[in-house]
């Protein structure tokens, strides 16, 4: 009954717009919906349609809704009921819609929803190029790794013809999918160590390291040899 109690009371104060849970909920589920339907769907379009939903769903439902109530309490009391006084109905529910308006939904909707819906965006759309940029990130700083896990497989299955040229790129892109541009700079770097800068001398020991963690876990001696004789300077080649 309390729990009751409190919903009416919410709904009568027009509290659930204005609720964050609930308009984070709303806005995810209408944009998810929204690309489901068309792929290419942007935040702003669903930005226009919690606008619509607020005016056209919320505050019709919320006014339409306690002016039921209202007439369900007085008709009873009428002793009749015409065209004259239906007309003074409409005009008086006119009335009450303008000064709800005025009064209730326009400051909500100004102080409360739209500065809410408008943080939920920013937020979303921060998120949205945040988490393309950190897997970008993370796969780029991968890639040495993979190419030197994958340079010492082939040497040790006895595949001489790695060099750093377009053949042995588009061999390795076909394998990881890795852009060829990426996957011949890192080739560079594995077998001419001395022609590089620190920060690259850096990435390439930071991809060395990991190939090493990954056949030690292997137990692969043969393949931590070669990345010993990698790792040494001025190697013949």
Known sequence: MKKNLQRLASFATFDLPLNVGYNQLLLRTIHNEQIAT????NIEGTRRKLIAHYWYRNVLYH???????????????????????????????AISFWI??????????????LPQLESLIANR????????????AKTQSKIPALTTILYVLFKMAG?????CDAFSAQMFNRITGVDTDSIKENIHRILYPETLTLRERAERAKGMA???????KLGYTPA???????ETPKRKK
């Open 38 to 41: 068309i792929p290419r769907w």
């Open 63 to 93: 006014f339409l809704s306690l002016f039921g109530i209202a007439l369900l309490i007085i008709l009873p009391f009428s002793p009749y009921f015409n065209l004259l006084y239906l007309s003074v109905l409409c005009t008086m529910g």
């Open 100 to 113: 709800a308006y005025f009064f209730i939904y326009l400051p909500f909707f100004s102080s409360a929803f």
């Open 125 to 136: 759309k921060k998120v949205q190029i945040e988490i393309p940029q950190t897997k970008s």
């Open 159 to 163: 595949a001489n013809r790695i060099a």
């Open 210 to 216: 990991v190939a090493r963690t990954y056949f030690e």
């Open 224 to 230: 931590i040899k070669l990345l010993d004789e990698l």
